[in-house]
Nanobody
Framework: QVQLVESGGGSVQAGGSLRLSCVVS????????MGWFRQAPGKEREGVAA????????YYADSVKGRFTISRDNAKDTLYLQMNSLKFEDNGEYYC???????????????????????WGQGTQVTVSS
């Protein structure tokens, strides 16, 4: 059974930093997509950053480029999201996701012809005060 467990959310003032972690267990594929998504109240879930565990292209939403960094420690089966220069608009529930890549790249949509995220964590809240 695949499980994703996030941690690291919290409250921070605008301009501050947080690091989210996501531990993956039970995923036996040798390579797959992993991503961070977020959802603010009343809004759709959006992709923030994503990568392929085998390396290569890394996706960032335009709104977080230059401020957020996604990374993975394969030895620890852990995905990270370093968030710097946080803004009020970064508020939301952040979810870790994993899924199959059929080809191409891993991006910020929940599903596409190239990939699909079908395993999700429970979410961790990020609150940024202005």
């Amino acid at each position: 059974q695949v499980q994703l467990v996030e941690s690291g959310g919290g409250s921070v003032q605008a301009g501050g930093s947080l690091r989210l972690s996501c531990v993956v267990s039970g995923y036996t594929r040798s390579g797959y997509c992993m991503g961070w998504f977020r959802q603010a109240p009343g809004k759709e879930r959006e992709g923030v950053a994503a990568l392929y565990t085998g390396g290569g292209y890394i996706y960032y939403a335009d709104s977080v480029k230059g401020r957020f960094t996604i990374s993975r420690d394969n030895a620890k089966d852990t995905l990270y999201l370093q968030m710097n220069s946080l803004k009020f608009e970064d508020n939301g529930e952040y979810y870790c996701a994993a899924g199959i890549r059929a080809g191409g790249y891993c991006g910020g949509e929940i599903r596409s012809p190239q990939y699909e995220y079908n395993y999700w964590g429970q979410g961790t809240q990020v609150t940024v005060s202005s």
